[in-house]
């Protein structure tokens, strides 16, 4: 490996610095008490602190799964602090009234929200350790008649939508961490689509973790009335520390008839060291439901930050004609863990789903694919395609595939693909010959492999994806 | 002793268990089934049906015992077979360093159970550069209901050696009883074995059977195992490419309807360099029943330059089938090349047009296409005749309108 390309991989992270806010941090430990002062911080209606309470009294029933293919230490649920929001002085009228401190930390992050919301034209809900700071654009969606705010101001705000759709997708007592998010989550997003509104703009929010020691619970809900629209993006960053932190979101989306969700991650957070020191636990529940005729859902995924990425964002197809799409790029390196995937339940007719999915692994780290495609007896005529490939990229890495077929009807059509390769020596020596360094040539290869995928982002998303990609990889081949 | 040890630190699978997530085998934990007893009354003529003309050597095994009266010996000179019985003592060295070695106890309920009621077997060894031109045909008969057999297989490929093993199971009767069947298999240096398992016990029957292959040095493996019987059948193969250049191909179909399971679990371990394999499997699924496939491919770290490839292929007949298909990859080497690929649909339209547009009725076009589907998995059997038979057997399960 040549100095050049050594340097490349052991960069260290960008964006691992700590903002000191004086942090409203909540006692370590989760009991009733905690969760009713989550609650009554947030000033919320009684209706929400039951739904905590039923979903933390499932949550003490449930034992950690350990079915999945990553390894970490056991979490002590009671040694995290559950509640943790910047001190607020009072409300904001506009940008200026922004804690500078804060504004710096976007500024180093390089996404000065004005400037970015300006340029892309992009509304951004920031939320910087659980609480929304402010949300930009949303006059211009009010026009429409869209709702983008964080949770908590939609429990206040729009309640008869929260609580109609709230838990739907995903049920209090779904998953052990989707169970604890359930119990504790402070902040998130909450979008809603009228009736045929094309949402006139992409959607994002940026999640940031601050704060040594307190795990993130967000919490996202997005409904699409009937041939609403919208495109919705996630990305994140977070400082580096050397506790490993743990983020157990839950992202549920809704699509009536004709309605169309897109929703869009990148995911950078803080993976360790290259010992596999430190790093994020994402442990992450996202599931849509297509619940009307025609409906369409659809994942894009670039997964490369994270000590451990463990998640499935999934479709549940129950209208006719519904289509569910997940694409997928998870890079991992050093001693990064990543089992990822998705479920597709095809329950209505015609119903349609496409799974692509890339795994690259360097280092020493594991990368598995986890699919489910599942054909109900009353899916007449569903179809399904999937392809997951990986590149192994050094012999101390790991790809593992594990997709579930189960059909129940004769008239679906399933189709399974997978691949395992590396980038060829000869591939290499194709690049050098036209005066391209090694580099380049595994940035372009990269590109080439995960193109599928990279297609489905919107513009910005896709060239961030490129460019971290070949941060996090140029020179792990040498 | 171990294997007591080891059942009774086990329970008996549930879907609980990943391995047998499909696969309930409730029905079979309620019924009581003491180990068959030893009296045979079969004659020859009562195994016609399912003599292979080719097979020189033949062992039958009635309810798991060994039938004396109903095996021939040709060929003892240049090959040791026999039954575990009589062989124990002559070549007690090599069966002690081998036999229960291959197959492990430890994860699997049944192995241990057919461990420790191990009471006979046939063992095979096949010495070193010896090529046995026939094949050696098992016949494991089952008459009596209601009780469990316990077959077991042992064969040993010396260096260079070649064999083909037919290992057969079939029913007299139509009555329940329980099979649990283990095999175990080691191949030497440059050895080649070709091992075909004909499943086709009583519909009522269950079967339980694991077989597990050690592959030395550039050895091959070559299994087709069809299953066609039994109410709940599962099948455990576990393949261990434990040294560099070995080569395995495995072929297999499950054809099952009315309310039958079959579940195939296949592991394999490439642990050195340059190992190859391909796999595939079929499954053509009809009335209510239901197939479960799962194919694991573990490489290991080092064992580069692997090629290994794996198919899963399931038709579905009726609105009822179900399959559920999970083939599975662990890579932890760079340079190699590992696909797999699954499919479940029902026929074609098309093709059935096209034959319709040459005359056939649409049925028998769906029948054709059905035989088709199942007969390139039979293709592979090198023995004309058991050929033939499965053939047969396939063309009456499809045959409604032919």
Same mark, same amino acid.
């Given at each position: 490996m040549s100095a050049v390309l050594h340097n490349l991989v052991n960069q260290?992270?960008?964006?691992?610095f700590v903002t000191d806010i004086e942090a409203d941090v909540a006692p370590k430990g989760l009991n009733e008490d905690i969760i009713r002062l989550i609650s009554a911080k947030k000033n919320e209606p009684e209706w929400l602190l039951s739904f905590r309470l039923k979903a933390y009294h499932h949550w003490l029933t449930m034992t950690e799964p350990h079915w999945q293919n990553v390894h970490y230490p056991k979490?002590?649920?009671?040694?995290?602090?559950y509640y943790s929001a910047p001190k607020t002085k009072k409300k904001l009228a506009?940008?200026?009234?922004?804690d500078p401190e804060l504004l710096r930390t976007f500024e180093k992050l390089g996404v000065p929200m004005h400037e970015r919301a300006a340029l892309a034209g992009v509304a951004v809900d920031v939320i910087f350790d659980s609480v929304s700071v402010t949300t930009t654009y949303k006059q211009k969606l009010a026009e429409v008649g869209i709702i983008f705010c964080s949770i908590s101001e939609a429990v206040h705000n729009h309640p008869e939508l929260v609580q109609k759709?709230?838990?739907? @997708? @995903?049920?209090?007592?779904?998953?052990y961490f989707a169970a604890l998010n359930s119990a504790v989550f402070t902040d998130g997003s909450f979008c809603y689509i009228p009736k045929g @509104?094309?949402?006139p703009m992409d959607l994002s929010t940026y999640f940031r973790i601050n704060t040594e020691g307190s795990g993130q619970f967000e919490r996202t809900l997005i409904i699409a009335e009937e041939g609403a629209s919208v495109s919705y993006l996630e990305g994140c960053t977070a400082p580096r520390f050397d506790t490993n932190q743990l983020h157990a979101a839950v992202v549920e989306l809704i699509a009536l008839d004709d309605a169309d969700i897109k929703y869009s991650t990148v995911q950078n957070w803080y993976a360790g060291d290259e010992n596999g020191v430190g790093g994020i636990y994402n442990f992450v529940t996202k599931r849509g439901l %297509?619940?009307?005729?025609n409906s369409r859902i659809s994942w894009t995924q670039v997964e490369t930050g994270s000590a451990i990425t463990w998640k499935y964002p999934s479709c549940?197809?129950?209208?006719?004609n519904s289509v569910g799409e997940f694409y997928s790029v998870a890079v991992t390196n050093h001693y990064q863990q990543a089992d990822t995937g998705t479920k597709m339940i095809h329950l209505g007719k015609n119903t349609r789903s496409t799974i692509v999915s890339k795994g690259i692994s360097a280092g020493h780290s594991n990368s598995s694919y986890r699919g489910l495609v599942r054909i109900a007896?009353? %899916?007449?005529g569903a179809r399904n395609y999937s392809q997951c490939d990986s590149m192994l990229i050094g012999d101390q890495c790991g790809a593992h595939t594990f997709p579930y077929i189960q059909v129940s009807n004769n008239g679906a059509t399933v189709e399974h693909e997978a691949s395992t390769s590396k980038i060829g020596e000869d591939q290499l020596f194709y690049f050098a010959q036209r005066g391209i360094g090694a580099e380049e040539a595994v940035s372009m290869i990269i590109n080439g492999f995960c193109k599928d995928v990279f297609q489905q982002l919107p513009m910005e998303f896709a060239v961030e994806a490129t460019k971290l990609l070949s941060f996090k990889l140029e020179g792990s081949v040498g | 002793m171990q294997a007591f040890d080891h059942v009774s630190a086990q329970h008996l699978p549930t879907r609980r268990d990943e391995e047998w997530r499909?696969?309930?085998i409730s029905p079979l934990t309620q019924l009581v089934y003491r180990p068959a007893h030893s009296q045979c009354e079969l004659r020859l003529s009562d195994l016609t049906p399912w *003599? *292979?003309?080719? =097979?020189k050597n033949r062992l039958v095994f009635v309810d798991g015992h060994y039938a004396e009266h109903l095996s021939v010996i040709e060929d003892s000179s240049h090959l040791i077979i026999g039954n575990l019985q009589v062989l124990a003592t002559s070549h007690a060295t090599a069966l002690e360093s081998q *036999?229960?070695? /291959? =197959?492990?106890c430890e994860h699997n309920v049944f192995t241990a159970l057919n461990t420790a009621f191990l009471n006979d077997g046939a063992i095979i060894i096949v010495p070193k /550069?010896? !090529? !046995?031109a026939e094949p050696i045909h098992l016949l494991f008969v089952a008459t009596q209901s209601e009780v469990t057999n316990y077959p077991r297989c042992l064969l040993l490929g010396e260096t260079g050696s070649q064999v083909t093993l037919i290992e057969d199971y079939v029913s007299l009767s139509q009555a329940p009883y329980i099979t649990n069947s283990v095999t175990e298999i080691s191949l030497n240096a440059n050895a080649h074995a070709k091992h075909i398992r004909i499943q086709r016990d009583s519909m009522q029957a269950f079967h339980l059977a694991s077989c597990a292959a050690l592959l030395a040095h550039a050895s091959r493996y070559q299994a087709v195992s069809v299953s066609l019987g039994a109410q709940i059948s599962r099948y455990n193969l576990d393949v261990r *490419? =434990?040294?560099?250049a070995a080569e395995c191909a495995i072929d297999g179909l499950a054809l099952i309807g009315d309310r039958q399971l079959a579940d195939t679990h296949t592991c394999i371990d /490439?642990?050195?360099?340059n190992g190859v394999s391909r796999q595939q499997h079929k499954c053509i699924v009809d009335d209510s029943a239901h197939a479960v496939f799962n194919g694991k491919i573990i490489v290991h770290p080092h064992a580069q330059r692997t090629n290994s490839s794996q198919s899963s292929r399931n038709l579905l007949l009726s609105k009822t089938a179900q399959v559920d298909t999970k083939p599975q990859l662990e890579i932890f080497a760079d340079d190699v090349k590992c696909a797999h690929g699954a499919t479940v649909g029902q026929l074609d339209e098309e093709e059935i047009f096209y034959l319709q547009s040459r005359g056939l009725s649409a049925a028998t076009a769906r029948d054709l296409l059905t035989y088709a589907f199942g007969a390139e998995i039979i293709d592979?059997?090198?023995v004309t005749s058991l050929k033939q038979q499965l053939e047969q057997a396939v063309l009456s399960r499809t045959r409604r309108h032919l």
């Open positions: 260290p992270y960008k964006h691992g979490i002590d649920f009671q040694d995290i602090s506009s940008m200026d009234e922004v759709y709230l838990g739907t @997708v @995903v049920p209090v007592g779904d998953n @509104v094309k949402c %297509a619940k009307g005729k549940i197809l129950r209208g006719d007896p009353t %899916a007449d | 499909f696969t309930d *003599l *292979l003309q080719e =097979a *036999l229960g070695r /291959h =197959a492990s /550069h010896t !090529v !046995v *490419l =434990a040294d560099e /490439h642990s050195k360099a592979r059997i090198p």
